[in-house]
């Protein structure tokens, strides 16, 4: 009895075996004569998401799928579990502390104005190491990573060179701050307001 009992807890707190493949490092296998090369997902423990690769058709690891939403439904948070942790704002994160007006998901932490700020930052009322305007405005263009839709999103970028705001493709994470959703939101931060 005592061991079914131990048996029982243990199931009710580890988690699902699908869970543990998710954690798997990314693994394309090999080529073989039996399968075709084909896309499949993985779940990419370090930004939370899958991703698709190319599977080379024989072997791999556990943390490959055929699609997203089978990836997505074995790895990602449940909404629950979302809902839960996005209650809590997440002030570790620079967006979040330096309150910036960019629309990229970058998942940079905050620094302490404690040791100085590096350059292009400064110190805002928090004591927190924040990006200039400038510094931002004359960022390079960057598309980011596809994250699990595969879509990319319109979004607009300051060009100094053309002085100017052009539009790029965003594909949904990291990036970095010169991302605006609308011609008008770039023009403003970057054009009217320094």
């Not at 061991?3 to 090999?30: E, K, M, W």
């Not at 319109?154 to 100094?160: E, L, T, V």
């Amino acid at each position: 009895m005592y061991c079914l009992i131990t048996l029982l807890f243990i199931l009710s707190v580890c988690p699902a075996a699908t869970s543990l493949n998710c954690h798997q490092p990314r693994d394309q296998g090999y080529e073989c004569a039996e399968n075709a090369k084909s896309i499949r997902f993985y779940y990419d423990t370090r930004r939370g998401v899958c991703q698709p690769m190319a599977y080379k058709g024989c072997g791999g690891n556990e943390n490959k799928f055929e699609s997203a939403v089978q990836c997505r439904d074995d790895c990602q948070m449940k909404p629950r579990e979302r809902a839960n942790s996005s209650q809590i704002r997440d002030d570790t994160l620079i967006v979040n502390a330096c309150e910036l007006d960019t629309d990229a998901k970058i998942s940079e932490k905050v620094k302490s104005c404690g040791s100085g700020c590096p350059d292009g930052y400064e110190c805002n009322e928090n004591k927190h190491c924040c990006p200039t305007r400038s510094f931002i405005c004359r960022l390079p263009v960057t598309s980011g990573h596809e994250a699990v839709s595969l879509k990319h999103y319109g979004r607009f970028a300051y060009m100094p060179g053309l002085e100017n705001c052009l539009r790029f493709s965003y594909f949904g994470a990291e990036g970095n701050y010169n991302n605006f959703k609308t011609y008008n939101d770039c023009k403003k931060f970057c054009m009217d307001g320094m």
